[in-house]
Structure formats: C-alpha cells, structure tokens
C-alpha cells in the first residue's frame, strides 16, 4: 500500500512560480513511477507530467504539451518526495492537482494510487 500527501498548493500571480511536493510512504519508492494530473472546475481530470523508473538510478520526465518548458517533475528518493516545479504560471493553470503512483506500471492514464489534491489559483 502506498499513501500519497501533497502540499504547496496556494494563490500566485500569472507568471510566477509555485513549488507543489507529495510525500509517499513505502519501501518501493525509488522504484514507483509517479506523476501529477490536474483538474479544473467543469472540466475532466488531466495529465500533467510523469516521472518513470527505467532502472537502476535512471528516470524519463514526461510532460503534457500545456506545460512543457513552463514545468519540471524532480524526485528526491531520500526523502520519499515527489515535485511538480510550476513556472511561468498562467491562468490556465489553476486547478485542483492531483499525485498518483505505480509500482507495476506507467502513470500516464493514472496510477494505482492517489493523493487527496491540492488546489492552485493562479490569478490575472
């Protein structure tokens, strides 16, 4: 069983920066892919960006085309942590955000397990 919190959602102004964490439990960490999915009012959950262990020490970042180059999904094994680095942060973006995680597959159509959500609000 994996348990997933986030934290560091907030308000920001369009065109700066948050830093959003989940926090997992587990022995099977370095090893889970993981990934962020988001969701707006009215609208249907979405894929944000993911995070995959190819084996060993090495990882493949996966980003949905809305945030390419604006979002950045690091993970630190040691401390059981997963981010999503919002930059550049526009309108668009405000939504409730969401962790998920896998230890048998990819992330990308959602994982095995989620977190409770954070809410983003960007505003103009």
């Known amino acids: 069983q994996v348990q997933l919190v986030e934290s560091g959602g907030g308000l920001v102004q369009a065109g700066g920066s948050l830093r959003l964490s989940c926090a997992a439990s587990g022995r099977t960490f370095s090893s889970a892919n993981m990934g962020w999915f988001r969701q707006a009012p009215g609208k249907e959950r979405e894929f944000v960006a993911t995070?995959?262990?190819?084996?060993?020490?090495?990882?493949?970042?996966d980003y949905a085309d809305s945030v390419k180059g604006r979002f950045t999904i690091p993970r630190d094994n040691a401390k059981n942590t997963m981010y999503l680095q919002m930059n550049r942060l526009k309108t668009a973006d405000t939504a409730v955000y969401y962790c998920?995680?896998?230890?048998?597959?990819?992330?990308?159509?959602?994982?095995?397990?989620w977190g409770q959500g954070t809410q983003v609000t960007v505003s103009s």
């Open positions: 998920t995680a896998s230890i048998r597959s990819g992330v990308r159509a959602g994982g095995d397990y």
């Open positions: 995070i995959s262990w190819s084996g060993g020490s090495v990882y493949y970042a």
